[in-house]
């Protein structure tokens, strides 16, 4: 079964950083691409990051790309999201995804993902 647990959210202040860790279980991370959603209050879910199954390429958007970056540790079974330079409009739950022989480009789709952990919660204070 897969398993996705993210974790490593919290109030931090603008311009500080935060490493989110998403864990996952039953599968094996070179399989699967890996994504970063985050939905903020009346907003719709927007992927922010994800690397691929296989090569590890990334994809970053576009509000994000020069200060998020995108890891994995295979020994881990852990993708991280390390955010640097935070803006208040990083502000967002923040979501773990998984899909098996998936492309980084699943980014722009949340509907590619079938396998989702609990959100964790990034507030970025002014």
């Known amino acids: 079964e897969v398993q996705l647990q993210a974790s490593g959210g919290g109030l931090v202040q603008a311009g500080g950083s935060l490493r989110l860790s998403c864990a996952a279980s039953?599968?094996?991370?070179?399989?699967?691409?890996i994504g970063w959603f985050r939905q903020a209050p009346g907003q719709e879910r927007e992927g922010v990051s994800c690397?691929?199954?296989?090569?590890?390429?990334?994809y970053y958007s576009d509000s994000v790309k020069g200060r998020f970056t995108i890891s994995s540790d295979n020994t881990k079974n852990t993708v991280y999201l390390q955010m640097n330079n935070l803006k208040p409009e990083d502000t967002a739950v923040y979501y773990c995804?998984?899909?098996?022989?998936?492309?980084?480009?699943?980014?722009?789709?949340?509907?590619?993902?079938?396998?989702w952990g609990q959100g964790t919660l990034v507030t970025v204070s002014s």
């Open positions: 039953g599968f094996t991370l070179d399989d699967y691409a």
């Open positions: 995804a998984a899909e098996a022989f998936g492309s980084s480009w699943y980014c722009k789709r949340d509907a590619y993902f079938d396998s």
């Open positions: 690397i691929g199954s296989g090569d590890g390429t990334t």
